[in-house]
């Protein structure tokens, strides 16, 4: 069974930068599409990025295009999230979640595999 580790996330001022990482342990993480979700206190969780298997296909939630960027590097078993321009509209709870197809999707029930998430806080 994986396990999803995340890492990455603290607190930062507003126009600064993040970059999370999920690492995963007890499988190889090449074998599934990987999900970035997020949720701030007292509202839903909310679809982040998904990256596919191979690592062509990237998909965003549009609040995050163009300022946050996903990638994986499978020999390394860990995929990363880059976050720029923070605001603090993106304070949440950062969770990176796995699902044993070749591309991922947005609705969180998809996913098979669920890290314990690090919290990102941006200050204005």
């Known amino acids: 069974q994986v396990q999803l580790v995340e890492s990455g996330g603290g607190p930062v001022q507003a126009g600064g930068s993040l970059r999370l990482s999920c690492a995963a342990s007890?499988?190889?993480?090449?074998?599934?599409?990987v999900g970035w979700f997020r949720q701030a206190p007292g509202k839903e969780r909310e679809f982040v990025s998904t990256?596919?298997?191979?690592?062509?296909?990237?998909y965003y939630e549009d609040s995050v295009k163009g300022r946050f960027t996903i990638s994986r590097d499978n020999a390394m078993n860990t995929v990363f999230l880059q976050m720029n321009s923070l605001t603090p509209e993106d304070t949440a709870v950062y969770s990176c979640t796995a699902r044993e197809r070749s591309t991922g999707g947005t609705e969180w029930k998809l996913y098979d595999y669920w890290g314990q998430g690090t919290q990102v806080t941006v200050s204005s």
């Open positions: 007890g499988g190889s993480l090449s074998m599934f599409a």
């Open positions: 990256i596919s298997r191979s690592g062509d296909i990237q």
